[in-house]
């Protein structure tokens, strides 16, 4: 019993941490420090350890000897690979998705959709999540679990690059727009732009991350 209850508590622990990574509320340049992490969620650090092994093999942080772990560090390489295979993936899935979606599945697309205007709207920290959540309400109803499983790794290695695509001004409403144009056409069932329109969102934010982490590189080197 008592190694279902840490089984269950390491679960718990990775989601609290990864949320406090996602929303960029633990710095990429910082050791984490385990003692004080651990008293803070009021812990011991055996579970907490688990957890960090589980966000490492996620590749949200990293682990140095001697060191401890270290949250990853944004990186154009990074958003390169993780967005490349966002891009060979999620449209086909989205398209079968459209197909195959039950009402009840297309209701919680939308319900998913209104949750993230209200979000961005309101500048909200957790805009990452509920985009994440938009974007997998398109794809979960293809029912291919090892894909779905794939994409959403991805996704919440997109995160933190979604926020910080967000970051200039005027790029949350584009992003509104083209979502509501890629729901329309999949609660019309038709895969085919539905796949279109995934694959240009997709792209073009790839295209924003480029530049902007291109110049936020350029901006560190020193003079």
Do not use: C
Request: proline content about 3%; charged content about 35%; hydrophobic content about 40%.
């Amino acid at each position: 019993m008592s190694s279902i209850i840490v089984r269950n508590l390491s679960e718990q622990l990775v989601e609290l941490v990864r949320d406090r990574i996602l929303s960029g509320k633990v710095a990429a340049d910082l050791a984490i420090r385990q003692d004080a992490l651990a008293a803070e969620l009021g812990v011991s650090k055996i579970p907490l350890r688990e957890a960090l092994t589980r966000l490492e093999q996620e590749g949200l942080i990293r682990s140095q000897a001697n060191r401890g772990y270290f949250v990853r560090s944004l990186s154009t390489q990074e958003a390169e690979e993780v967005y490349a295979l966002r891009l060979k993936l999620e449209p086909e899935a989205v398209a079968l998705a459209a197909v195959e979606a039950k009402e009840e599945e297309q209701a919680a697309a939308r319900q998913a959709l209104e949750a993230l205007d209200r979000v961005t709207e309101a500048h909200g920290e957790s805009v990452g999540a509920f985009n994440r959540a938009f974007h997998l309400a398109l794809v979960r109803p293809a029912i291919r679990p090892i894909t779905f499983s794939i994409i959403e790794r991805l996704h919440i290695l997109s995160e933190r690059y979604v926020r910080k695509h967000l970051e200039p001004s005027g790029r949350d409403e584009r992003a509104n727009d083209e979502h509501r144009r890629m729901l329309e056409t999949w609660l019309a069932r038709d895969g085919k732009a539905a796949a279109a329109l995934t694959r240009t969102h997709i792209e073009q934010t790839l295209k924003d991350l480029r530049r902007q982490l291109s110049a936020e590189r350029k901006d560190k080197k020193p003079e």
